[in-house]
């Protein structure tokens, strides 16, 4: 049975930082896609990043670019996602989501396997 347990989240001022972990059991982190998402209220599901299976190649969107940083660690099976110069804007309950496909998806709905997800406000 394949298990994705977020951690992490919190409350944060603007301009704070957050580390996010997703811990995965069921499943191997180096045959998969590992990607984040959020989602605000009021608003879909969006991707945030992925990190992909073969290379550990990035990416990332384009609103926390430069902010956000995902890293993978194999051997302990865990997903991080850290968090820098937040914004209000990035208060959202975040994901995490696992693919086993060749190509990193950035779509919700490519995703075979999903956390429960985590709180993260942003505000002072």
């Known amino acids: 049975q394949v298990q994705l347990v977020e951690s992490g989240g919190g409350l944060v001022q603007p301009g704070g930082s957050l580390r996010l972990s997703c811990a995965a059991s069921g499943l191997t982190l180096c045959s998969y896609n590992m990607a984040w998402f959020r989602q605000a209220p009021g608003k879909e599901r969006a991707f945030v990043g992925a990190?992909?299976?073969?290379?550990?190649?990035?990416y990332y969107a384009d609103s926390v670019k430069g902010r956000f940083t995902i890293s993978k660690a194999n051997a302990e099976n865990t997903v991080s996602l850290k968090m820098n110069s937040l914004k209000p804007e990035d208060t959202a309950v975040y994901y995490c989501?696992?693919?086993?496909?060749?190509?990193?998806?950035?779509?919700?709905?490519?995703?075979?396997?999903w956390g429960q997800g985590t709180q993260v406000t942003v505000s002072s």
């Open positions: 990190v992909a299976w073969y290379g550990g190649h990035t």
């Open positions: 989501a696992a693919d086993s496909t060749a190509v990193v998806k950035t779509m919700d709905y490519d995703y075979d396997y």
